[in-house]
Every structure is written in C-alpha cells, then in structure tokens.
C-alpha cells in the first residue's frame, strides 16, 4: 500500500471505501493488509485454492460465480476461433494473473495479449507474468461493486489497455471503454466488435448469454399416448 493511501486507512471500513466498498469477506487478513505480495497471490492459489489479486498491498478474494463462467467460456471460444485462425496472439480464462503494475496484480475473467506483448514472442513461465493485455473483459459478480468495477477500468486504462469490455449478466448488455473515449453500451440486438485490437472480430451481444432452447413440439404419436393416459377410465374410446 503505498504511504499515501496507508496515511487515510485507519480502521477496515477505511480500507473496504479503499477497495471501492467490497465485502470483508473478500479481504485477506494474512499478510496483514499492506504487506501482501506477488508471491502471497502465489501462495494462496497454489495452496489454497484461492484466486486473490493484489491491489495496494492488500490480497482480495476474486468474485466469482456459475454463469460468470459460463460467459466467460463462451467468450474464449469466439475469441480463440477469430485470434488461432490470423495466429494473432494468446487469449486467457478466469485464472490468468497478470502483473499490469510491479506491485499490482489484476485478474480478468478473459483476457487477449497481442505476441507484440511477449518478448520474443514466447509466453513466460511465472505464475504470474508482467503483462499488459490488449483486451480485458470483467464479467460483473454479485460480489463486485460499481467502484470497484471502476477503479479496475481505470487501472486497465492506464496500464497501456486498449479495449476493455465490462459484461452486466443482470442488464445483458457490454460497456466497451476505451482510452481517450467515453464509454459504450451495446445491448442485445446490437453488435460487440473487436475494433483496432482484433480487427474483423464481431458478433452479437446475445450470442455472449445462453438461454435454454424451447422443447420441440410433441410427435402425433406421443400426443396419441398422451390423451390415453390421461382419459377417465370411465370413458369409452372414441369410434373411428
């Protein structure tokens, strides 16, 4: 935590507003908040099965839920088909820690990195890597806030992010920021486009949420059967 912000943080609810007014469940308390390291993120995913990510010194649980995922593997597997087939570069899932500052650990729920982003073109080994990504998407918990939905923007933004999709499941829709841009909102019925960073790229915004298909219509025959089992038992069958 750098000293700036550690001279306001007296008390949890002062370091909760800090976090854009998460929950305390979410907040690890060892390290003690402030001390907790790249390696602590480490640690606490290996063994313990926990997604943290590191912000201000402070390890905090990643919200996560079923139809985020869901979303999330939909999403991986239209960004995989468009960048595998111009060998563009390398797209990651819900797990994928990224260093996008030395002390600043962020985990999107998808991720695209361009290979102008690995040196030399090849992906590092750490479990962590020094990565900017050309495309982040947050898909919104139920744990997650609007402040702190906006403070992960503003660090994407300003850590040399150029797309950064922001996915409501409740409002079904997709705010696409950008630097220097205000934000869009583009709903079911529109199109979501990949722009300058994946050129070409473009579906539709309900393609990203699954609706179960209606049930096929019952066949003459299982209707026949149908209104056999549920006749009277006093009624005589019907002449032909």
């Not at 949420?209 to 003459?220: H, L, R, V």
Request: proline residues 10%; charged residues 25%; hydrophobic residues 40%.
């Amino acid at each position: 935590m750098d000293s700036q912000g550690s001279a306001t943080i007296r008390t949890l609810a002062d370091l909760l507003e800090s976090l854009g007014g998460i929950s305390p469940e979410r907040v690890r308390m060892r390290p003690a908040p402030g001390t907790a390291t790249v390696d602590d993120v480490v640690a606490a995913d290996e063994t313990e099965d926990r997604l943290c990510e590191l912000i201000d010194g402070v390890l905090v649980e990643k919200a996560r839920g079923f139809r985020e995922s869901m979303v999330a593997c939909t999403l991986i597997v239209l960004l995989r088909a468009h960048v595998d087939a111009r060998k563009l570069g390398v797209v990651s899932g819900e797990a994928g820690m990224m260093r996008l500052f030395p002390d600043q650990v962020r985990i999107p729920d998808v991720a695209f990195a361009s290979w102008a982003r690995f040196p030399g073109r090849k992906v590092s080994q750490e479990a962590v890597p020094e990565l900017v990504p050309d495309l982040a998407v947050e898909i919104i918990s139920q744990g997650n806030t609007p402040r702190e939905m906006a403070r992960k923007i503003k660090e994407y933004l300003t850590a040399g992010v150029w797309l950064v999709w922001m996915v409501d499941l409740e409002a079904r829709t997709v705010t696409v920021h950008a630097p220097s841009r205000p934000p869009r909102v583009r709903s079911v019925g529109e199109t979501l486009e990949g722009g300058d960073v994946l050129p070409g790229l473009s579906f539709r915004v309900e393609d990203l949420f699954p609706t179960a298909p209606s049930p096929p219509p019952p066949s003459p025959a299982r209707r026949s059967r149908a209104a056999r089992r549920t006749r009277p038992a006093d009624t005589p069958p019907a002449r032909s």
